[in-house]
């Protein structure tokens, strides 16, 4: 089943039917389902599809050689003698003709090919543009992606027609492989799983929540057992370093100087690690909204929730888990403590909603800025927090997201209202929005009746996906 990637889909299908030659560049996280898009967008369509292996050039070169002369019913020919002759042999015996080239883990070739990306410049600049080949360069590798193939130092830097970032699923997508669930267990399950299309389709419908996380997590035969760890071989050089930053991060240690004393490493070595897991999506650098990038109140979290659950139920259990204590580890170290943990993933979801909805107009404002907020309260003489902050110009939107199980009452509103006040006085229209997980007492619900500023999303509200009715 084909769930999600609608927009993406249709945005390849449309470069599709435009006839023109295309050299599309294709990019994400690995497991985020970029060769299921692939393989479902070549569905019915002239294509050779080619995943490179960690080989050598000879040894690919070979291999996709087969590949071609089998897809033009070709025996009994020798191998091309370089990727020009092989994109030529392609380009000819395509006569015009439309033509999807898909080169899926494509570092894989350039990296042990230098000339590679040269090559492909000058047979687009001389031959290939002429044409109607759609040629598709798809790569997991995030940093050579980024740099080497989209860089304005790439070769083929201007030749390209197209892109896509694939990014995890946000809620409101992952949500679908979850039938069967309640509201609830639909939104814990989110915050286990995350946004990856491979993890999501693990979960099995006929188990309970907790039978899911136990059998896909804390089973040590278990696809999810070692799965961080075995992504951070496939994509770092000094995994157990990497690792030691994102269970720091994981402990609680969110500045840099605090992620650095916790792992031993100088904190300028350290903020590279940190760096590059922020390149490869498994972390994110967050500061105060309206604050620049600079600013010293930087924080690091751990942005895939896959990650995020196994680094602090599954990593920190190993031990017990391979004695066979998985029941054991489930009833007092994960369930007790889930209500808290899903606190940051709410705020997540939260933050996906009013994205969605200001996307749709559905908003007072259109905002162009969101994030979170925290400062100095100097009456109270701590630090204070709003959950999220939208701008649009001088109004403003402030939000308040709860995950209890008791109804939200008059009292978080009066200090989300205080806590705007604190992080700016002069502003125009403001607009409060209080998400809750168990619904909203009687004072919040008459307040919101009286003031059209105060609005109230409810768990019904945010699996809708439209503006929340009061």
Aim: aromatic fraction near 14%; charged fraction near 30%; include cysteine.
């Amino acid at each position: 089943m084909f769930i999600g990637r609608k927009v993406e889909l249709e945005e390849l299908q449309k470069r599709y039917e435009q006839e023109a030659f295309q050299l599309f560049i294709l990019y994400g996280r690995r497991r985020v389902g970029k060769t299921t898009l692939l393989n479902e967008f070549c569905r019915d369509k002239e294509t050779i599809f080619y995943s490179a292996e960690q080989s050598n050039d000879k040894l690919n070169l070979e291999k996709f050689s087969r590949q071609v002369f089998a897809y033009y019913g070709e025996t009994a020919l020798e191998p091309f003698a370089g990727w020009e002759k092989a994109l030529t042999y392609i380009d000819s015996r395509q006569k015009g003709k439309r033509l999807i080239l898909v080169f899926d883990e494509f570092p894989y070739l350039a990296q042990k090919n230098k000339a590679l990306l040269s090559v492909l410049q000058h047979l687009i600049d001389h031959t290939l543009q002429y044409g109607r080949l759609f040629i598709v360069l798809c790569g997991s590798y995030m940093g050579f992606m980024e740099k080497e193939v989209l860089g304005s130092k790439s070769p083929v830097f201007g030749r390209r027609t197209g892109q896509l970032h694939m990014r995890s699923f946000d809620y409101k997508t992952a949500i679908q492989f979850f039938d069967g669930f309640s509201d609830e267990e639909k939104l814990m399950l989110y915050g286990a799983f995350g946004g990856t299309a491979l993890y999501l389709r693990l979960v099995q419908r006929e188990r309970s929540f907790a039978e899911n996380i136990r059998e896909l997590f804390l089973n040590v035969t278990a696809y999810l057992y070692e799965e961080p760890l075995l992504l951070l071989r496939q994509e770092v050089q000094e995994p157990g370093i990497y690792s030691a930053v994102i269970e720091a991060i994981a402990s609680g240690c969110s500045r840099s100087n605090e992620i650095a004393m916790k792992t031993g490493e100088e904190q300028a070595k350290c903020l590279k690690y940190i760096n590059t897991l922020c390149e490869l999506d498994i972390l994110y650098k967050e500061t105060p909204f309206g604050e620049k990038d600079s600013s010293r109140k930087t924080l690091y979290g751990i942005s895939d929730f896959m990650f995020r659950f196994w680094y602090r139920y599954v990593f920190s259990n190993r031990t017990l888990l391979e004695t066979g204590a998985q029941e054991a580890v489930w009833l007092r170290r994960i369930e007790p403590d889930y209500s808290h943990y899903m606190g940051l993933v709410f705020e997540r979801v939260c933050r996906d909603y009013l994205l969605r909805v200001n996307s749709d107009g559905g908003l007072p404002l259109l905002f162009t800025s969101i994030g979170r907020w925290w400062g100095n309260d100097p009456a109270e003489h701590r630090q204070v927090e709003i959950n999220l902050v939208a701008q649009d110009g001088k109004d403003y939107l402030f939000a308040e997201c709860k995950w209890r199980s008791e109804a939200l009452d008059l009292t978080v509103l009066k200090e989300l209202r205080r806590r705007a006040d604190l992080f700016c006085r002069e502003r125009g229209r403001s607009y409060y929005y209080l998400f809750s997980r168990a619904g909203f007492t009687k004072a919040v619900l008459e307040e919101a009746g009286r003031d059209e500023r105060v609005v109230l999303v409810s768990l019904r509200d945010l699996f809708a996906g439209v503006k929340a009715q009061v």
